[in-house]
């Protein structure tokens, strides 16, 4: 074939390239670990001098993984992989399709594994009892009868063959799925104070706004802490408003729970303590409830009643706030007291009875990530494991018997290869042979 | 009898068995051999309860999560993992000379959980992030693909050493060791096993990462390193299937790899840092 002459091609096909490639991805790989990565220019010229600071800003060093020459080398893998697998699976394929039955004869007494039987009688009988322990065993085998000899052959597994290249293709998906994601997809953050909404969000590094296509509201962000004082959950109560199909609804995310909606998904990723306070009050005689969002240290009325409040003082301890309340509804002393935020207090004066709520207001910091490939990507990692799988610990075996007349009597030839496992082959191997030693017309020479 | 008394016990017993196994490999002295196969075994019970234990006691305290979190409960788990892999390993070839050079390892791992001060061994409730059924699927994988290159590593210095001496005298220790052709064998199959299940782990690490930050690879320097490894194992099994690389450069092969495996597991988190870092204490 002239394409095997092809210098280039030959380049492009080696697996002493790929090899090299994986080398050097490996070793290049080490620095970006050592190199803290995507800080400002100053940092590096800071930390390491304005010589090495300067190369680095040469090489994409302060972002490697995305460097120009990083990519390259990527590049020059998949176009060895790509290479490499359009070089070999034609072979292999013919070796997956390939009539064993046109197996020369003279080549099968060479087979790794070989016995060698007697059986008196005809060609068709003696074919016959063959085909049935080749059945028995596992091995059902195809035939090709000719006067005076008869070539049977079975085979398991020669589509494991394929295995690593499926491995190969399971790569290049990976990777393809990467640049989908790239291109077609983004990745961004928002910040939402309780009780506010959103229609964008800003891109990571250029802070772009990108429109989202809907709302998203924050109904409200918890935080809790353990005993301890470490944070064992960070939840927030989200509602997607989409007013292109007037469809709206509400879920709640935490870490490892994230909301997806129309290919975006949004992650619980960060919060912030706002300055303001969330006040809701439930007058229990009337029935009448109401929230309110108020700047600390300033009086609220509620409309329509008489009754007055404000959050006088605030403590933090441990990011939970302790708040100092004064209320009035107009009837009797004003009320101050301290209360945790996030709880419910019951205040009784001569004119009613409330519920009083307060908590610190919060914002919720969402990553936003449209990210299209990710499917290709998955599927990718599952095609990688069921290629490793498959290129591994399968083998294709193949068992040919070569059965001819000789001196009135048919000699058999059981003879067999395996593309690997060799000595599971054996055991295969030796049981089938056992079969043929087993019976009773048959003879073993 | 609480689960860090069973862990405990898990390291002398673990040192126990590669010391009978050092012996038999020493002696020659075979009739030991059950013995040997026995304590291993009993000692991996023991460390399956406690692990168990740990389990149910984090249960107990309101806070249950599988034991599989920080630096100390993951060195206990790859001893556990490295002991059963040996186990399989002993059954299926029936040697017990691999004993010598694998479940030295497993000890190394449970003794340096059990002695060192650097890290906790308090149950603590898991930060948000941890919260997530992918941390087993994760820590799973992994540790069962290290724990096959921990084993690769040892039987690597095997050959090595077996390879020095080629036709050693009869009745020595070096004649006792299986054939150079077996124990390349058995490094290869082994490094094979290892490498399906790194990249389980890899995968499974990615799709965690992706539901808990929305990003399923971000040049981490857990990541990262743990891909070096990746290559360094694709790179050998590529050398041997294509252009028939074997014995003393496979050994070296399964040596450096498990150098990089340390460094992804234990390197990166005390010398590097990134979002592996709760791993540290």
């Known amino acids: 074939m002239k394409k095997n002459d092809n210098m280039l091609w030959r380049f492009f096909a080696s697996v002493k390239l790929a090899l090299i490639t994986l080398f050097i991805l490996a070793s290049t790989s080490i620095i970006g670990t050592l190199i803290p990565q995507k800080n400002p220019p100053a940092f590096y010229i800071k930390e390491f001098g304005p010589e090495l600071g300067r190369l680095f800003q040469i090489l994409d060093l302060a972002d490697m993984y995305n460097s120009w020459w990083f990519v390259a080398i990527l590049a020059l893998f998949s176009i060895n992989l790509i290479i490499c697998t359009i070089d070999r699976l034609p072979n292999v394929w013919r070796m997956v399709v390939m009539d064993n039955l046109r197996q020369p004869i003279d080549t099968l007494a060479k087979m790794p594994f070989r016995s060698s039987f007697l059986i008196t009688g005809e060609m068709a009988t003696a074919t016959a009892t063959v085909k049935k322990i080749m059945t028995d065993g596992g091995w059902k085998a195809k035939a090709d009868e000719k006067e005076n000899s008869t070539l049977l052959f079975s085979q398991k597994q020669a589509w494991c063959r394929l295995g690593v290249y499926a491995v190969h293709l399971s790569i290049l998906l990976i990777f393809a799925g990467a640049i989908i994601g790239t291109v077609a997809g983004y990745k961004g953050s928002i910040m939402i104070p309780e009780g506010g909404s959103t229609d964008k969000i800003y891109q990571y590094g250029t802070n772009k706004p990108i429109p989202l296509g809907f709302e998203v509201r924050c109904d409200s962000f918890k935080l809790t802490l353990y005993d301890s004082g470490m944070p064992k959950e960070y939840r927030s109560d989200l509602t997607v408003m989409d007013r292109s199909n007037n469809l709206s609804f509400s879920k709640s995310i935490i870490v490892n729970d994230p909301l997806d909606y129309r290919g975006i998904t949004f992650y619980q990723a960060s919060y912030d303590a706002l300055q303001g306070l969330k006040v809701e009050i439930y007058n229990k005689k009337t029935g009448r409830q109401q929230g309110f969002e108020i700047p600390f240290g300033q009086k609220t009325s509620w409309p329509g009643t008489k009754v007055e409040f404000g959050i006088i003082n605030m403590q933090q301890t441990r990011g939970m706030a302790r708040l100092k309340v004064w209320f009035s509804d107009g009837s009797g002393n004003p009320e101050t007291f301290w209360m945790d935020g996030d709880t419910t207090r019951t205040l009784v004066s001569p004119d009613g009875e409330y519920e009083f709520y307060a908590s610190q207001l919060y914002a919720t910091g969402l990553q936003v990530t449209k990210d299209p490939g990710v499917w290709t990507v998955y599927f990718g990692c599952i095609l990688m494991l069921v290629g490793l799988y498959v290129a591994f610990f399968l083998s294709h075996r193949r068992i040919w018997v070569y059965i001819n007349k000789e001196d009135g009597q048919c000699r058999v030839l059981v003879c067999g290869t395996s593309s690997k496992n060799k000595l599971g082959f054996e055991k295969d191997f030796s049981a089938l042979s056992e079969r043929f030693r087993q019976n009773d017309t048959i003879q073993t020479t | ?281």
């Open chain 2, 1 to 281: 009898m609480d689960s860090s008394q069973l862990l405990g016990i898990t390291t002398f017993a673990y040192l126990f068995s590669s010391f009978c196994y050092i012996t038999i490999l020493v002696f020659r002295a075979k009739k030991f051999g059950m013995a040997a196969t026995l304590v291993t075994t009993v000692a991996f019970l023991i460390n399956s309860a406690g692990i168990g234990l740990r389990w149910y006691e984090s249960h107990q305290m309101g806070i249950g999560y599988a034991p599989l979190s920080n630096m100390y409960e993951s060195l206990v788990f790859f001893a556990w993992s490295i002991a059963l892999f040996y186990l399989g390993l002993e059954f299926k070839y029936k040697n017990q000379t691999l004993g010598a050079f694998s479940m030295p390892f497993a000890s190394a791992s449970m003794a340096y959980a059990s002695f060192s001060a650097q890290f906790g061994k308090e149950i603590k409730p898991l930060i948000p992030a941890l919260q997530s059924n992918w941390l087993i699927a994760h820590v799973i994988t992994c540790f069962i693909g290290y724990a096959a290159f921990a084993v690769a590593c040892g039987i690597g210095f095997m050959y090595l050493i077996k390879a020095r001496n080629e036709k050693p005298a009869q009745g020595s220790i070096l004649a006792s060791l299986p054939s150079l052709k077996e124990i390349d064998d058995i490094i290869h199959r082994t490094l094979v096993f290892g490498f399906l299940w790194l990249s389980a782990g890899i995968i499974t690490g990615a799709v965690w990462a992706n539901s808990a930050w929305g990003t399923y690879w971000s040049w981490d320097p857990k990541e990262t390193w743990s891909l070096i490894t990746w290559f360094v194992y694709a790179a050998a099994l590529h050398a041997r299937f294509t252009r028939g690389w074997g014995g003393k450069r496979i050994a070296w092969l399964a040596i450096i790899g498990f150098l990089s495996v340390i460094f992804t597991y234990y390197g990166v988190n005390f010398l590097l840092s990134g979002l592996h870092s709760y791993g540290g204490n």
